[in-house]
C-alpha cells in the first residue's frame, strides 16, 4: 500500500503562486509514477502532470505546461507542483496519485492510478 497526503492549496488571486505538496509512504519502492490531477465542480477528473519517480522524467498538460512544474525528491518521498500564472480557470480539487505498474510508460488516464490522495483545493480568484 502507498499512502498520499497533499498539502499547500488554498485562496490565491489570479496571476499568483502556489506549491502543493505530497507526501508518500508505505510501499514507495513499488511507485513507478506520480501524478497530480484535478477536478472542478461538475468537470471529470483531469490529469495535468506526471513524473516518473525513479528517472524524474515529466509531462504536462498543454494548458499547463508553460505555467506549471512537477517535481519529485525521493529522498523526501515527497512531490510537488509548482503553479505559476494562476488563472481563475484553474480552480479545483487538486489531488495526488500513484501507479505501481512499471509495465506501462508515463500515464495521464485515471483508471491507471491506484492510490490517491484525500485533495487540497485551490481557489483563484479574478
Known amino acids: 500500500q502507498v499512502q498520499l497526503v497533499e498539502s499547500g492549496g488554498g485562496l490565491v488571486q489570479a496571476g499568483g503562486s502556489l506549491r502543493l505538496s505530497c507526501a508518500v509512504s508505505?510501499?514507495?519502492?513499488?511507485?513507478?509514477?506520480m501524478a497530480w490531477f484535478r477536478q472542478a465542480p461538475g468537470k471529470e477528473r483531469e490529469c495535468v502532470a506526471v513524473?516518473?519517480?525513479?528517472?524524474?522524467?515529466?509531462v504536462a498538460h498543454d494548458s499547463v505546461k508553460d505555467r506549471f512544474t512537477i517535481s519529485r525528491d525521493r529522498t523526501k518521498n515527497t512531490v510537488w507542483l509548482q503553479m505559476n500564472s494562476l488563472k481563475p480557470e484553474d480552480t479545483a480539487v487538486y489531488y495526488c496519485?500513484?501507479?505501481?505498474?512499471?509495465?506501462?510508460?508515463?500515464?495521464?488516464?485515471?483508471?491507471?492510478?491506484?492510490?490517491w490522495g484525500q485533495g487540497t483545493q485551490v481557489t483563484v480568484s479574478s
Open positions: 513524473i516518473g519517480w525513479s528517472r524524474g522524467t515529466t
Open positions: 508505505g510501499r514507495t519502492l513499488s511507485v513507478y509514477a
Open positions: 496519485a500513484a501507479d505501481d505498474d512499471s509495465k506501462r510508460g508515463l500515464s495521464w488516464k485515471l483508471l491507471d492510478y491506484d492510490y
